[in-house]
């Protein structure tokens, strides 16, 4: 789904556009096999990329201004020697490097200290850590603890995402009061924070249960951002292609992936690709939520309120239902000078009204 026309004044914004982060999926194999796997990874997946493809895709993202660099998966740690190779060229490039991992390999605290050590030898400068209900069926939480204490230890900024649903086992405090986490000193547990997500569903129309004031409403849409990830974030996976945002739901979603590996200078093909799609550059600046909402303003039957927690479940929504597309293919005309009013204000306006601000502080 995307507009025929890219709208007047879109090549101005596109000139502002924030720093961009590079996240790759050397794989989509994993050793879990997560119900509503947001990346549909699993034991049974097998694509893979090659060690070049990797490194040219860094290499592209240094010369293209990139500011990061992410793996995740999948789980990464399984093509071993394509992690540390990739996280060695993105630090000789000087870009962070953050790794999205279960933690499957920490199996003792030994471990566990070799895996780290030999991960921030390559340059890693962060760890992400994925746990909860789900997770915890196929990698234990002593194994995430494991993680935790060999990377604060270490002094490595840590954090651990927790699954959230209304009905939930596995919580932050599980992990925050686990007796090895009871050995760090208080600065070793500064460098960990602990944080809570909700847990989605790929099909939209599977609406899961959440606390209290977590799922989404028109009022919370109003108030809700741009989406960060959708232009900011482009994914190379496992499979070859390259989206176009951070890749939960990514492989269900065709209009999102604008590239592939084979395509010469691919990222700078996703980039040019992308930002020419009017309902890209909305959902990056408006947020999907705000679409959604839009879409149910001119046709009441749409009904959405209370059902979606995750911003990327919303994405899900806005593409795959026909009502909402429908709207959109009718009616996106009206909302280009919103959109390029919103682009101006977060990629011009606010960033030289800071600088200037600042020059006048100094």
Known sequence: MKPANKPAGADVVQQKRRSRTLSIMPTFTCPAACTDCGTLSSPQERSHLDLATVLAAIDEARELGFCNVVFTGGEATLEWNTLLRGIERAASHRLPVRL???????????????????????????????????????????????????????????????????????????????????????????????????????????????????????????MRGGCTSVLKTYTVQADGRVGACCGLGLRTIPELNVSTTSAAHCLRRAISE???????????????????????????????????????????????????????????????????????LDDVHIPASLSQLRQEQD
């Open 274 to 344: 992308a930002e020419q799609d009017f309902l890209k550059l909305w959902i990056h600046y408006q947020g999907p939520a705000r679409v959604v909402a839009w879409a149910a303003s001119h046709d009441p039957s749409i009904r959405w309120e209370g059902m979606y927690a995750h911003q990327c479940q919303m994405c899900q929504r806005l593409y795959h239902d026909e009502a909402i597309r429908s709207v959109i293919a009718s009616h996106w005309q009206e909302m280009i000078a919103e959109v390029i009013q919103a682009a101006w």
């Open 100 to 222: 999205v991992t279960n933690a499957h390999w920490a199996t003792s605290a030994a471990v566990a200290h070799n895996k780290l050590a030999a991960l921030m030898d390559a340059g890693l400068s962060e760890i992400n850590y994925s746990t909860g209900d789900e997770h915890i069926r196929f990698v234990p939480l002593e194994r995430v603890a494991h993680a935790c204490v060999a990377a604060c230890e270490r002094h490595l900024r840590t954090h651990v995402m927790m699954e959230l649903k209304e009905a939930r086992t596995i919580t932050p405090e599980c992990l925050q009061n686990h007796p090895l986490l009871q050995g760090l000193t208080t600065a070793q547990r500064g460098y960990l924070t602990i944080l809570s997500s909700p847990w989605m569903p790929l099909n939209h129309s599977t609406v899961y249960q959440y606390p209290e004031g977590v799922a989404c409403d028109v009022q919370v849409a109003a």
